[in-house]
């Protein structure tokens, strides 16, 4: 039993880190909610809190927060369990923000890390000096099917049944579990964070069926359901070639990824024979229309931090990937950006020179022991067990 | 002054050939029409002739044929100039077909070669045994924009101002003008076929705006306007990238190949500033609907028979083309279908040991000689000039 319940800080307050921050405060906990801009909580910090809608069974009401914030230190100062609720593309940015203050004992959530997120997060702590003994931990997906309604108002359409967590080293997943399986008992035991880094099936989703919808989007403004029109038969066997490859490179690294049809079944108990059906038997796809435009975080957040990683992951361990490779391609030209050069490539996150083993190594059981004081993870490390 | 009208033979009755030999008769030329299947020419064959149908200065009326028929013998028998008017990945069946009925003196014009067509038809004679002295000659696009509008029924909505035109070898491209242009003063002189190849802008249009669209054209089966409402200004980007690498191969050939844009300005007297405002300035892109499944020609054909061509001179001559490869490798995922190994490449067309010189020397000034009695195209060449 835990006698002090925890105290959350929730990074980021748009779609996602409203409906958090609201729900949390909703379940009785102490909650801080930081954003870089302060305006964009000024009603926020001025009503005291959020106004939290939801569909019939679930949490409604206002959810009063503890400290409503733009200062990084006064957001972390009282904290527990660091919920960081950003696109993957702001993870180096709060995470250089955040080296300074973070204390012993704080653990650091990336709501979701996208394609190793925590391990980005890590990196840039330690390339900062950051020597507090924090646990930093990602999800394979949000929580969270929500929306923001107002400056101070966000609406939760679902609740995911079960989102698999994994600490990096993977030996304190479990104490990360046991802080915030009181708020949420969703979270599960997700093995590493290979693991739920290369089950981001958003990644496979987003981007494919975006681009192929490309046309459709920048003509009528994104005026039709995205996943209900927008997955066709043929969009959906070149998202299943897609999500092959993402499975292939997960082989590679022993892990026994999911399928994106298993992915469906599991997180919203949808069935279907081939990945079209199984789309189109959601019935949580309904409603949800494209993007407006093609500048939208389903290209310049999935590309760069997670089909460029999975790409960068399958050129150094052997896995042909051309679905893959001609969808990054082809983002990069409708954005005119080189999304290799600023992506989060293996080169970046300082793993390039690991072997298979050693980064199994460093994701389970954490960084490889080594005899002088201190060791660049862009070193080729000895394993010593 | 001729002194003999030319007699044209019409190879395939579909959207173009029926077109094409309705205005010639009208034009009042000989003309037979072959067509494989019986069926499809029997309303024709039965009223001995075509009703053609046109914009208001264009040819109107019924054009009477010489011959209708399924017999290739009979359909090339009092033929000078053989109009081939079918898709591209028909070409090797005609060839093949036509191989044992050819003549000397007679011309065949593939309309058009797409990539190479001529090259490729020149290759199954050669296969074939074909001795006959023929010249062969590919134009750069198909002359007419029109609709076949019943069983003996044609439509022509324009006429373009300028197609060039090539034989292979361009040493005899003078003599394929002199034939047809008593009948057709808009093929122009193409320098080589090379240049007509490289200057196919439907490989570059159709596969990446139905692609682009993949959603939508299967979603929709097609209800929206391919030009103007599939091309967007991230299309446009794309597709412009996409002849840059066409116009980039062209130019390890030494070839200074025309822009899409150019083109429309070209063919259509349009003008813009990029290419999104050239498609959008043409007039004649008003009405054409996207093709109403992703099973057509804008893929089955100009993916094998232009772009992996594209792609193949490409790699032969060391230009980069990921644009292109991505849009392939996009196409054969779509299809289940490896369209590099069913393409027009450079090992089939049986070119893949051709230097850049040799290559130019082939297409400009024919076979180089060789002193053995028969030579393979296969085998690598030494020029004797």
């Given at each position: 039993m835990k006698t002090k319940p925890t105290r959350y800080t929730?990074?980021?307050?748009?779609?996602?880190?409203?409906?958090?921050?609201?729900?949390?405060?909703?379940?009785?906990?102490?909650?801080?909610?930081?954003?870089?801009?302060?305006?964009?909580?000024?009603?926020?910090?001025?009503?005291?809190?959020?106004?939290?809608?939801?569909?019939?069974?679930?949490?409604?009401?206002?959810?009063?927060?503890?400290?409503?914030?733009?200062?990084?230190?006064?957001?972390?100062?009282?904290?527990?369990?660091v919920m960081v609720v950003v696109p993957a593309s702001a993870h180096r940015s709060i995470a250089r923000t955040a080296a300074a203050h973070l204390r012993d004992g704080q653990i650091v959530v990336m709501n979701p890390g996208r394609t190793l997120g925590a391990l980005e997060f890590r990196k840039v702590l330690d390339d900062r000096g950051c020597t507090a003994d924090v646990v930093i931990a990602e999800t394979q997906s949000f929580i969270y099917a929500s929306r923001s309604?107002?400056?101070?108002?966000?609406?939760?359409?679902?609740?995911?049944?079960?989102?698999?967590?994994?600490?990096?080293?993977?030996?304190?997943t479990g104490r990360v579990l046991e802080a915030i399986n009181p708020a949420y008992p969703q979270f599960i035991d997700g093995i590493n964070i290979l693991e739920t880094s290369l089950n981001n099936i958003g990644a496979i989703f987003h981007?494919?069926?975006?681009?192929?919808?490309?046309?459709?989007?920048?003509?009528?403004?994104?005026?039709?359901?995205?996943?209900?029109?927008?997955?066709?038969?043929?969009?959906?066997?070149?998202?299943?070639?897609?999500?092959?490859?993402?499975?292939?490179?997960?082989?590679?690294?022993?892990?026994?990824?999911?399928?994106?049809?298993?992915?469906?079944?599991?997180?919203?108990?949808?069935?279907?024979?081939?990945?079209?059906?199984?789309?189109?038997?959601?019935?949580?796809?309904?409603?949800?229309?494209?993007?407006?435009?093609?500048?939208?975080?389903?290209?310049?957040?999935?590309?760069?931090?997670?089909?460029?990683?999975?790409?960068?992951?399958?050129q150094r361990y052997g896995v042909s990937v051309r679905c893959m490779e001609s969808i990054i391609r082809l983002a990069c030209i409708a954005h005119s950006t080189d999304y290799w050069h600023h992506g989060r490539t293996l080169d970046r996150l300082g793993i390039e020179h690991f072997s298979v083993s050693e980064l199994l190594h460093y994701v389970n059981k954490g960084r490889i022991k080594d005899t002088s004081s201190k060791m660049s993870l862009g070193t080729r490390p000895t394993v010593n067990a």
């Open positions: 929730v990074i980021g307050a748009g779609h996602g880190g409203k409906a958090m921050a609201a729900h949390l405060a909703l379940m009785g906990f102490e909650v801080a909610l930081y954003n870089r801009t302060p305006q964009h909580v000024a009603a926020i910090k001025a009503r005291g809190g959020i106004t939290l809608g939801s569909y019939e069974a679930g949490p409604n009401g206002f959810g009063q927060l503890a400290c409503v914030t733009s200062n990084m230190e006064e957001a972390l100062h009282d904290s527990d369990v309604e107002g400056p101070s108002q966000a609406r939760i359409f679902r609740i995911k049944d079960a989102v698999p967590l994994a600490a990096l080293p993977a030996l304190e981007p494919a069926i975006t681009l192929l919808n490309a046309g459709w989007i920048e003509s009528t403004g994104g005026n039709f359901q995205f996943y209900l029109d927008g997955v066709t038969p043929t969009v959906a066997r070149i998202v299943e070639v897609l999500d092959r490859e993402r499975v292939t490179i997960a082989s590679a690294l022993g892990i026994r990824a999911i399928t994106a049809c298993e992915w469906l079944k599991m997180a919203y108990n949808t069935t279907g024979d081939n990945l079209y059906e199984a789309i189109h038997n959601q019935p949580g796809y309904r409603g949800i229309n494209a993007p407006p435009t093609l500048k939208g975080r389903y290209l310049t957040e999935d590309i760069p931090t997670s089909l460029v990683t999975f790409a960068s992951l399958a």
